[in-house]
C-alpha cells in the first residue's frame, strides 16, 4: 500500500460514523523499515529560508495601530551634570509635532525601576529627571507624526547643565574622596564570602600565585537594533507594548511593576522573528516603560527603532571588570584554594538583571576543578558610564579569562605542564552529579576524555613555541570550563546578606503547548522569542519523534502574546536555556499527547494500551493491527462519543516545566544557579609577529560537551557563532572613553566589530553526556564557545609573549598594544 492510498483508506474511515471501537476495521500494518531518529540529525533548518529571502516579520514591518506617531530622543552631551532647565517650547511650535516629554513628566506617571542591591541610592527611571549620570542619557522625548520631523524638532529644544566631574574608573570610584554618581555613593553592592576554610588553605600550601586581570567594557550589536511601539488607550485604561524583548520574562515583572496599571491591562507582544539579540534585547525594558508613558502623556501610540549609533551609545553593555585573582597551589600540582577581589562597573544605574554579571557564574566559580575552598570580595560600582547587562556568557567569559589565566601561572610556578595540572585537578566523571563548593550541582560530565579529544586534535605533544622566523613568537594556549545553562534567578538574592532577603526566589519555567489538528498535523505554540537560534528546527525534531509524524508535518509557532499565550515566569531564551529546559518541555508536552494517542489508539483497536506502539503515524497493536493517527484524530474532533469513558476529546496538552534543581539560596550563600552544565575546552596555536604586534591564529580547535546533540548543524553554529564572539572580544571590541566621560566608539567606524573577512577558522570535536536532569538529555550550547574562547586566545598570545619577558592580563589584544609592550622603550620615548 503506498503512503498516497492509505492516506485515502484512513481518510474513508474518518468518515465512517458507525460506532464504536468493535466497529472500527484495523488497518493491517505493513512492514516497513522503522524511520530514522530526527533527533541527532544534520536537518537544514525549517526557518531559514523565511530569514534569508527578507520575509522575517521584525518590529520595524509592525504598524499594528492606526494614527502612529514617532518618537525621537534628546539624549545628554555631557557624562555627569545637573539639568537646571529644559526649554521645549520652539519644538512644540514645528508642524507635526505633537508633545514634548521630559523626565518629570515621565516620573508623574510610572514608578522607578526596582533594584536588587544594598544601596540603591536614587530612583532609576527610563530617563534622566533631574540629573545626568552617562552620556547619551536620554532628557527628553519628541512625539511627531513623522519621524524625521521628530528628529528635526530635537535641535530646538534647549537644556542648561551645570556640569560635575565624572567618575568613569571602578576602583577609584570606591574612594571616599571620588565624584559621587549617587547621593548615597557609587558603591551599590560589596559582598565578602567565603566557602571552606580558606585561609587554612593557602598557609598548608606550597605557593600562592597573584595576578591582576582588566577586562573591558564590550557592545554586544546584534543586526537588528531595538524597537518598541506603545498604545495606552484610555477608553479602555489598557496599555498595549509591542517590542523585540528577548525577555525573559522576569523583567517583564519589573516592567510592569513601574506602569500604572496592573498586569492584566497590560499586553506584551513580541515579534515571530528577531535579528539577533547576544542578552542586549533583556535590557529594552526601560525604553518599553519610556514610551509607554509617552503614549499616556501625549496621547497617541508610538513608536521608536533604535539607530545604530544610539544603540551603541546608550543602550546597554557588557560591565567592565578589574579582577585580583589568588591560588593556592601545592608542588604535586593540586590546587588547594582560590579567593578573588573583583569591581564590577555596572556605570550609571545598576539596573535589572544586575548585578548579574557579578554573581550570575557563582554555581561555577570554582569551574571544572576540584578544590577544598574558596573566597571571593565583591563590589558593584555605579560610575558615569552607560548601565548594562546580560551578554552572551553573562560573567562566565570575564571569571575565566581570569581563572584559565590563573591555572597557566599556576603550572607556570610549579614548572608542571599546564595540560598536566588541568587534567590533575578536573572533576572525575563518577563524582556526578557534582555539587560544587557555592552550591552548583553540575549534573554530568567527561572532562578528561573532552580534555585529551582536544590535545590530541591539535596534536600537543608534537607543538612547539620554536619559531624558524626571528621576528615571530609562537604561543599555545588552553582553557577549560563549565558552562552554565537555564539560569535559576535565585542567584541574584546572593547580593543580599541573608538579613536583608525577603521572598526568597528561584524558577526557571518554560511553557509549551503541543495541539494535533483533527487531520493529523502537529502545532506547538512556544512562549518564546528566538533571536536565529533554530527553535523551529529542533522543536520539530523532537516532536515528530515522539508523535511518529514526519518532520514537516510540525508546526511551530514563536512570538509571545501575553494576552493570548499560556506563559510562565521566566519564559524567554537567553543565558542558553532552551536547549536544556526549552527542550525538555517540548518533550514532556508532546510525551502527555503520545500518552493520549495511544489511549485512544488502543481502544479503537480493542486491546489494552501496554499491547499497542506508535509507530509511522499509525498506533500498531502487538497483532499486527493499526489505526492511522490520522484516524484518530478525526474520531477525536469529529466523533468523540468513539473515545474512551473519561477521556476527553482533545489531542493537546500544555506543559509549564520548572526543575527540582532551581532552589532558593541558602543561609550560607550557597545557590544552583543554573540548571545544567555543559563543558568546553578549547585550544589554539597563534603566532605573534614582533615587529607589527599582530596576531596570527595557526590552528584552533574546540572540544564541546552539551549533552544530547538535537541537531548536529544547529550545535556547530551555535559554537561557531560564540567562539567568534568571544575572538571579537579578545582581538577587536571594546568601549573607550575619554576623561571626560565622553563615549568614543559610537559608531562602527570606531568600534571594531570583525566580519566574514575576518573570521577565525576552527576545528571541531564533540562529547555527549546527556544530562540526568533533563527530558532528552540535552543541554544548552550557545555561551561555552565566548567563555572558553577568551582565555584559550589570551592564554595562546601569553605563551608568546613570554618568551619576550612580557606578561599580558588586559583584553582587547590589538596589535597596537601588543607593540607597545614588545617595545616598551620606543613606547616612552
Partial sequence: MTDDARSEDTCSDTARTDGGAAAVKAVEAEEQPAREKNVGQPLKRKEDNRLTTGRGRYIE????????????????????????????????????????????????????????????SNAYYPIAVDKVRYYGEPVAVVVADDRYRAHDALEHIRVSYDRLDPILDPEEAVEDDAPQVHEGGNVANHRVLEYGDVEAEFDAADHIVEERFEYPRTAYPPLETYGVIADYDDGQDTLDIW?????????????????PLPENRITLRVPSDQGGGFG?????????????AVSMEAG???????????????????????????????????????????????????????????????????????????????????????????????????????LEGLVDRMAETIDMDPAELRLRNFIEDDAFPFESLTGGLYDSGQY??????????????????????????????????????????????????????????????????????????????????PQGQGHETTVSQIVADELGVPFDAVKVNTGIDTSADSWAISSGTYSSRFGTIGHAAVAKAAGKVRDQILTIGAHLLGVSVDRVELRDEAVVSDEGDAVSLRRIAGTTYWDPQ????????????????????????????????SMTYA????????????????????????????????????????????????????????????????LQTDSLMDYAMPTIKERLKMRHEHVETPSPFTEIGSKGTGEAGTQATVPALSNAVRNALIQADVDLDTLPITPDRVWELLHPSETDD
Fill in 642 to 673: 468513539q473515545l474512551p469513558e473519561g477521556v476527553e476529546p482533545k489531542l493537546a496538552a500544555l506543559s509549564v516545566m520548572g526543575m527540582n534543581q532551581a532552589t532558593a539560596v541558602t543561609d550560607d550563600d550557597k545557590v544552583n544557579s
Fill in 300 to 402: 497617541v501610540p508610538v513608536k521608536w527603532v533604535e539607530s545604530r549609533q544610539e544603540h551603541l551609545l546608550a543602550s546597554s553593555m557588557h560591565a567592565n571588570r578589574v579582577q585580583y585573582l589568588e591560588g593556592a597551589v601545592d608542588d604535586d600540582g593540586n590546587i588547594r584554594a582560590i579567593r578573588f577581589r573583583q569591581y564590577d562597573d555596572y556605570g550609571g544605574y545598576v539596573r535589572p538583571p544586575e548585578p548579574g554579571a557579578t554573581y550570575r557564574p557563582i554555581a561555577n566559580w570554582q569551574g571544572p576543578y576540584t578544590m577544598n575552598a574558596l573566597g571571593a570580595e565583591l563590589f558593584a560600582v555605579r560610575t558615569n558610564k552607560c548601565p548594562t547587562g546580560p551578554n552572551r556568557g553573562y560573567g562566565c567569559h570575564l571569571h575565566y579569562f581570569a
Fill in 448 to 529: 578528561e576524555k573532552a580534555m585529551r579529544m582536544g590535545l590530541e586534535a591539535i596534536d600537543y605533544e608534537n607543538l612547539t613555541t620554536e619559531s624558524d622566523d626571528e621576528d615571530t613568537l609562537v604561543g599555545i594556549g588552553m582553557a577549560a570550563v563549565v558552562d552554565p545553562q537555564a539560569s535559576n534567578m535565585g542567584y541574584l538574592d546572593v547580593a543580599l546578606p541573608k538579613e536583608m532577603r525577603k521572598n526568597t526566589k528561584s524558577g526557571a519555567l518554560e511553557a509549551i503547548t503541543v495541539i494535533v489538528g483533527p487531520d493529523a498535523t502537529v502545532k506547538v505554540d512556544l512562549t518564546d522569542s
Fill in 679 to 742: 563543558f568546553g575546552a578549547h585550544f589554539a596555536v597563534v603566532e605573534v609577529n614582533k615587529r607589527t604586534g599582530v596576531v596570527n591564529i595557526r590552528d584552533y580547535v574546540t572540544v564541546h560537551d552539551p549533552g544530547t546533540v538535537v541537531n548536529p548543524l544547529i550545535v556547530r553554529g551555535q559554537i561557531e557563532g560564540g567562539t567568534f564572539h568571544g575572538y571579537a572580544s579578545t582581538f577587536y571590541e571594546f568601549h573607550e572613553y575619554d576623561e571626560t566621560g565622553t
Fill in 61 to 120: 514591518d509592525l504598524e499594528p495601530v492606526p494614527n502612529l506617531h514617532y518618537i525621537a530622543v534628546l539624549r545628554s552631551p555631557l557624562a555627569h551634570a545637573n539639568i537646571e532647565s529644559i526649554d521645549a517650547s520652539a519644538a512644540l511650535e514645528l508642524p507635526g509635532v505633537k508633545a514634548v516629554v521630559t523626565g518629570q513628566d515621565v516620573a508623574a506617571r510610572v514608578k522607578p525601576f526596582p533594584a536588587a542591591v544594598q544601596n540603591p
Fill in 243 to 259: 517590542a523585540n524583548f528577548q525577555g525573559p520574562f522576569s523583567l517583564h515583572a519589573v516592567t510592569t511593576a513601574v506602569l
Fill in 280 to 292: 542586549v534585547k533583556c535590557s529594552l525594558y526601560p525604553y518599553m516603560v519610556l514610551l509607554s
